[in-house]
């Protein structure tokens, strides 16, 4: 199929300063976990997406200096000439595709905390991170000024001879040109703070100092958070915003415009939950009336309709993504071969980016299991090993795992059964798309439900059997497949065990009338009454999600949190914002606290703080500490149960126990995959059938393959010598 003629202006090549992009998809800084220090890793995944379509690729925010050090977490780092030659590997392998590679220069201030380096980090003024615990910088006086921008200067040199296209002075998360622009770090009197001209002053001397240094063979860019989204306290864009697009516009080849800081990056990689594709465009339009340069911006564009309107309406010139390269390396190609239906959408989970704010381990991608794995799995996105036996495979539960492991075994040729209960692919994630703002996580299921029909066409003996009855050992055993995955899911605990006691809590049970699990709440059979408590102990989206829909609903709701509650939604940037709509419902909560016992209408809870501080042996029988004397009825009409999961393992352990019944039924191998393995993230599930789809012709499919390190090695040469080789399995 051609594409729609209408999206041609996405294929139009484009000019910035020195170089050419060959069209209008460009993949901005992001994270991944690889940086200088992996370079098969950061060389794999960025050149995939060149294969992929994509003009440009650029490097994670890339570290100019010590000084500029962000460890835990993992950036890229230019201080010397062993990351010129790890980076140049990333460069030639984009070269390769014709595409453009691009580098972050990056100098964090107080948001660089300097664990490795113990360097002194500095910025305009003497502040304390909002960021980073405990990290405050030094004020710079006019000498350090000049010396940090000599790092800038000195580091673009290195960029260039690592032939890098592109070179960026990264001022956008509040890093530190935007902290010398914005009054709220910057409180200089002297000629660097103040008025706009002098708070641009580092800024703009900053360009030029790095384009007069490369920038006859560089295109210079600039990332800019054109507002920080705080109103007239810090950069607004009709203010301040535009006046510096203006003035530093002639020293600049390339815009790549963002909203907000670092303390909420939110704002900026919006999860869908809280904001839909092109959210910053009421932001960065005005920048496209000022600058007479190539603008782009970022905002989940997976939609070419989208994307070319963004376009045509001149509210950018190129479009930016992270994220949906993420998802789909190909997109471009996708869009160009008119593939519409085969681009793997972006469900803008954040997923990617909390691995990021963890600490620094390679990135997953909840929708594309490859993403990280492309060199050291040597796993390419749309290729695929072909079948080496002529296995046919049944794979029970069509959830996130079953459902991918069928459409890459499908991918490789095998035959392939996929065999679930319910009425529609997705498992659970049917259910988890109807809570508030996760809509837009159902493209999970969609990709998996489009790709299976299209290849269950091209290969009739695949069957997708849905709606079928319950699975069991028996009829698995008798069904004449030769290899079987199970990849039945998990469920909600009914009977309140949890991470904190590991045991369940007397008097919880689902099945009575006034309490219910997650499941039920969403199933909607259940009646649920005005006072609603929720306990959990689990840190993710369901115990938030549940509270805003049923408060939206009209209960009262109190959630009685064990830990801390929504913590992995920090990771996913989705956590301020969460907070903010559960404060404006109206949301209790009793924190710190979890529950000893439930009656009727009623739970004790406890301080989980409450027994005591100093701890004393008292002998056999006795706890070391004082009795928690804490306990304290709260009263509910019902209660909601989110304190932890269980794998849907029993169909797995039956077979597993009659294993000796296997060879007479002609079945060699039984696997278990995804949740009913063991509850994880969706993103972990997926991996876990994807996995298993290519190594399912391996000795031992249950268990991975080993998979390429990319470690210093004591006595040995850091990495390996000889040709640099990005080896796929296909
Ligand atoms: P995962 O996240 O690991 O993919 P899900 O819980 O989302 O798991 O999906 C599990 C799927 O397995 C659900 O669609 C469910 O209907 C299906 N399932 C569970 N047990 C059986 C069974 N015994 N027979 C058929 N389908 C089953
Ligand atoms: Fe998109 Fe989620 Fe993948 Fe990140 S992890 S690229 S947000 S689908």
């Known amino acids: 199929m051609a594409r729609d003629p209408k999206h041609d202006i996405l294929f139009q090549p484009i000019q910035i300063g020195p170089k050419t992009l060959r069209n209008r998809f460009y993949q901005v800084p992001h994270c991944i976990g ?7 890793f950061q060389a794999a995944h960025r050149s995939l997406k060149g294969e992929g379509g994509w003009a440009a690729m650029n490097t994670e925010y890339c570290s100019i200096h010590p000084e500029s050090d962000d460890t835990m977490r993992l950036s890229a780092r230019i201080w010397d000439e062993g990351d010129v030659r790890n980076l140049r ?24 905390p300097c664990l490795e380096s113990r360097c002194t980090p500095r910025g305009p003024s003497q502040y304390a991170s909002e960021f980073e615990t405990l990290s405050y910088c030094k004020e710079m006086d006019l000498a350090e000024i000049a010396m940090v921008q000599q790092y800038y200067v000195d580091a673009a040199y290195r960029a260039r001879d690592a032939g890098f296209d592109i070179v960026y002075v990264y001022g956008a998360h509040s890093y530190l040109p935007l902290q010398f622009l914005n009054p709220y770090y910057n409180k200089r009197t002297d000629k660097y703070g103040g008025s706009l001209e002098n708070r641009a002053r580092f800024w703009i001397e900053t360009l030029e100092k790095v384009r007069k240094a490369v920038g006859s063979d560089c ?3 600039t990332r800019f958070a054109v507002d920080t989204i705080y109103g007239p306290e810090q950069i607004e864009i009709e203010v301040d915003g535009m006046k510096f697009v203006e003035m530093a516009d002639p020293l600049v080849d390339l815009w790549d415009v963002d909203v907000g800081d670092i303390a909420e990056w939110g704002e900026d990689a919006g999860p869908s ?14 920048v496209k009336q000022v600058s007479k340069k190539p603008v782009l911006g970022v905002g989940r564009y997976t939609d070419p309709e989208k994307m070319t309107e963004i376009v045509t309406k001149g509210f950018a010139d190129i479009i930016g993504a992270a994220r949906p390269s993420i998802a789909d390396p190909f997109l471009p190609k996708k869009i160009e071969e008119g593939r519409y239906d085969d681009i793997r959408v972006c469900i803008g989970c954040n997923v990617c980016i909390s691995r990021w704010e963890i600490g620094g381990p390679p990135m997953i991608c909840t929708q594309n299991a490859t993403a990280g794995e492309e060199y050291r799995r040597g796993w390419h996105p749309e290729k695929f090993p072909k079948a080496q036996t002529k296995d046919s495979v049944l794979v029970v539960g069509a959830g996130p795992s079953g459902a991918e492991a069928a459409r890459v075994l499908m991918e490789r040729g095998y035959t392939v059964h996929l065999y679930d209960k319910a009425e529609k692919i997705g498992g659970h994630l049917n259910s988890v798309v109807t809570l508030p703002g996760l809509g837009e996580w159902g493209y999970h299921r969609d990709y998996r439900e489009t790709q299976i029909a299209k290849l269950i066409k091209k290969n009739k003996d695949c069957v997708l059997a849905l709606g079928q009855k319950p699975m069991t050992a028996d009829a698995v055993l008798q069904y004449g497949a030769e290899k079987v995955i199970i990849a039945t899911g998990s469920s909600w605990n009914t009977d309140g065990t949890n991470c904190l006691t590991h045991a369940p809590i007397p008097g919880v049970d689902a099945s009575l009338p006034d309490q219910l699990t997650p499941e039920q709440v969403l199933e909607g059979k259940k009646p649920i009454g005005k006072r609603v408590v929720l306990l959990t102990s689990d840190t993710y989206f369901m115990a938030p999600s549940l ?14 949190s064990g830990t801390h509650l929504a913590n992995y ?24 606290h979890f529950c000893s016992r439930v009656e009727r209408g009623r739970l004790e809870v406890y301080n989980i703080w409450g027994d005591g501080s100093k701890r004393s042996y008292r002998g056999p029988g006795v706890s070391p500490r004082d009795a928690n004397k804490s306990h304290r009825w709260v009263e509910f009409d019902s ?31 039984v696997y278990v995959i995804g949740d009913a393995e063991i509850p994880r993230l969706i993103a972990d599930a997926t991996f876990s059938g994807h996995r298993i789809a290519r190594e399912i012709d391996a000795a031992t499919p249950q268990y991975p393959l080993p998979y390429k390190r990319e470690v210093a090695v004591w006595g040995a040469a850091h990495m390996p010598g000889g040709e640099f080789k990005i080896e796929y399995k296909v």
């Open 219 to 221: 295109a210079i860019a």
């Open 34 to 40: 690889a940086g200088s220090d992996k370079p098969g």
């Open 89 to 112: 590997a990333m460069t030639d392998e984009i070269h390769k595709y014709g595409a453009l590679a691009g580098i972050e220069m990056w100098y964090g201030g107080a948001h660089a």
């Open 639 to 669: 209660l909601v149960l989110v304190t932890g999961r269980h794998s849907d393992n029993a169909l797995y352990n039956e077979l597993k126990s009659r294993e000796a019944e296997w060879a007479q039924n002609g079945v060699k191998g």
């Open 547 to 560: 509270a805003e829909k049923l408060a939206t609903a009209g209960h009262e709701v109190t959630i009685v």
């Open 273 to 286: 939950r809280f904001y839909q594709q092109g959210h910053q465009v009421p932001w960065t339009r005005f």
């Open 569 to 592: 939604m920090h990771f996913t940037l989705e956590y301020p914002n969460m907070m903010r709509r559960l404060h404006e419902l109206g949301v209790k909560e009793i924190g710190h």
